[in-house]
């Protein structure tokens, strides 16, 4: 599914549909190109969750933890990583449940992971004309939600 974001209030109001929709366990693997909107739209989820905090882009400490929400956020960017340094990174901890509490997993520059989940969203954010962004969000082996779709 494609969705015309027409500004960055736009692509938060999708994050926060996320937030408010989603279950634990959901993972959601961002794509696009620097500026595209993947920080704006995971500061969306976060309020979706009812998150406080301020999130910001993990680039240099590569995962942030936000747990006073509905349900954690785990925000990961991979961006100045190479694939055989994130798999040292055992991801699957996060989405597995094992050894963090189930949450929102939203990993920016998602296409430097070598593996992915059984199931998650992906989100691939490109830039539109005159400022816009498009969303397309595609499900693998996940439900999404019937007020997604119909944005």
Not at 10 to 27: E, F, K, M, N, R
Not at 46 to 70: A, D, K, M
């Amino acid at each position: 599914m494609k969705i015309l974001l027409t500004d960055a209030e736009a692509t938060l109001h999708l994050g926060i549909t996320l937030g408010q929709t989603l279950d634990a366990g959901s993972v959601i693997l961002l794509e696009g190109d620097l500026g595209a909107g993947k920080t704006t739209l995971v500061q969306g989820i976060g309020q979706g969750l009812g998150i406080i905090e301020p999130i910001v882009s993990p680039t240099f400490t590569l995962i942030n933890e936000y747990t006073e929400g509905r349900l954690p956020l785990y925000h990961l960017d991979l961006y100045r990583l190479e694939s055989q340094d994130v798999v040292a990174l055992n991801l699957e901890t996060y989405w597995e449940g094992f050894e963090a509490i189930p949450g929102i997993v939203a990993i920016e520059w998602a296409e430097r992971m070598p593996y992915k989940p059984d199931s998650y969203l992906k989100v691939h954010l490109t830039y539109g004309d005159e400022g816009t962004r498009q969303a397309q969000i595609t499900s693998f082996n996940c439900a999404i939600s019937e007020y997604i779709a119909t944005m």
